[in-house]
């Protein structure tokens, strides 16, 4: 048993000493041997040598092996340079985990057709992938025979799992035909991006506060300079003269006004953290993703009810709105949001029951990570908290739950709102 744990770790030894890059400095030295043509280089050099001092054979072999990397490299070269691509998506905007298309023009200028080209970049994914080295990108769509002097279009399709704007890199348009010993790369400058918002969680749960565009803020009905009527009193100092009843207050010989009221709206802060959670890089991300997509949701749902919040990430503020029409940038505000949070981690500040509103009537919903003490893996769930100050009271209603992601987010989010909301 000695015998055989002295030979593992023999051979654990020696597999680290052959994988490890002792000179990282002189990789870009030999970067250019990853593609085949830098191998047929070699061998015409090595045939020049052979004809200059062995035998007559070896400059017929490195005049063969140079017309093959002349026209190895010389068509993909004008293949990517003689056409003209245009890259458009059908949709402006979609949702996260939505399919949907781009649609690919390319024009082509030579009185021959073209084929093997590729494209490279339209996605998220594949320029993580590539990194910075733009050489290591995998083609993403192959595109068929061009035809002479002729325009061809096509549909690349999408399905985003993040949010974001599409690419996030240039797209090239790419060629290694016939040999494929070298590929010639063009980036593609005529694009439209498309965005990607946040997936929607279907929240069906009522709110018992709801309201009108034109009614002041606060909870339930009370009296206002507009609204329904309800009666008629003694006119009071700072009263406008349009609410003055007149016939009333000719017949009894004093002022009287017109007494009006309605709902109100509630305003509503919603507080979202993108503080890093603790876990792995993927396990970080999807975590945060969950984050942005109950924010999505509850903003769905305020601008559906016509209530006015206010989005604030990391305590900035981001997004006001009163109506409808504000969901847009703010839906926008959040697809945004860095997949993997901000760089500076000092920027992330989680927010606190300190930092909720102390206006009457002012509700606030914070999102964020849970702390390591609330549960073994954190990654897997989402605390959501919700509060609200009103007049005569400091704070009412305080709740927070943990979203568990491994289960129905819809039911979970649908009973926490029943919970809270509902007295």
Not at 379 to 384: D, G, L, M, Q, R
């Amino acid at each position: 048993m000695a015998m055989a744990g002295e030979v593992t770790k023999a051979t654990s030894r020696l597999s680290q000493l052959l994988t490890t890059d002792f000179c990282p400095w002189a990789n870009r030295f030999v970067y250019w041997l990853k593609e085949p043509i830098g191998w047929f280089v070699l061998a015409t050099l090595a045939s020049i040598l052979v004809g200059a001092f062995f035998s007559p054979m070896g400059w017929t072999l490195a005049a063969g092996l140079s017309a093959v990397i002349a026209f190895g490299m010389g068509f993909p070269w004008l293949a990517t340079r003689c056409v003209n691509c245009k890259l458009h998506p059908a949709c402006g905007e979609l949702h996260e985990r939505e399919s949907s298309y781009l649609q690919l023009s390319v024009r082509n200028y030579l009185p021959l057709p073209i084929m093997g080209l590729m494209v490279e970049g339209y996605l998220a994914e594949s320029s993580a992938k590539a990194g910075s080295d733009n050489n290591s990108a995998l083609p993403e769509a192959a595109l068929e025979r061009i035809p002479a002097f002729s325009t061809a279009t096509y549909r690349l399709p999408i399905s985003a799992e993040y949010r974001g704007r599409y690419p996030k890199q240039g797209p090239k348009i790419t060629c290694a035909f016939p040999f494929g010993i070298w590929t010639a790369r063009r980036e593609i400058r005529d694009l439209s991006p498309v965005t990607v918002l946040p997936l929607l969680i279907p929240i069906s749960e009522e709110f018992e506060f709801t309201g009108d565009q034109l009614s002041d803020l606060g909870v339930g009905n009370r009296t206002s300079t507009h609204g329904d009527f309800l009666g008629v009193r003694d006119f009071r100092r700072g009263d406008t003269l349009k609410n003055i009843h007149w016939a009333h207050s000719a017949r009894q010989d004093y002022l009287v006004v017109c007494e009006r009221g309605g709902p109100q709206n509630q305003s509503i802060e919603l507080h979202l953290s993108t503080s890093r959670c603790q876990g792995t890089d993927l396990e970080s991300r999807e975590n945060l993703a969950w984050r942005v997509r109950i924010a999505a949701s509850l903003v769905e749902l305020l601008s559906a009810r016509h209530l006015p919040y206010r989005l604030l990430i990391d305590r900035k503020l981001c997004g006001v709105s009163e109506s409808a029409a504000g969901r847009k940038p703010t839906m926008q505000q959040l697809a945004e949001i860095p997949l993997d949070g901000p760089s500076d981690s000092a920027k992330s500040q989680a927010f606190s029951r300190s930092d909720s509103p102390k206006g009457n009537g002012v509700c606030w919903i914070s999102i964020s990570p849970p702390c390591q003490s609330e549960s073994e893996h954190p990654s897997a769930f989402v605390n959501v908290e919700i509060g609200m100050h009103s007049r005569g009271l400091r704070q009412r209603r305080d709740a927070s739950r943990l979203i568990d992601l491994d289960k129905d987010i819809t039911s979970q989010l649908n009973h926490w709102l029943s919970e809270t909301v509902h007295v």
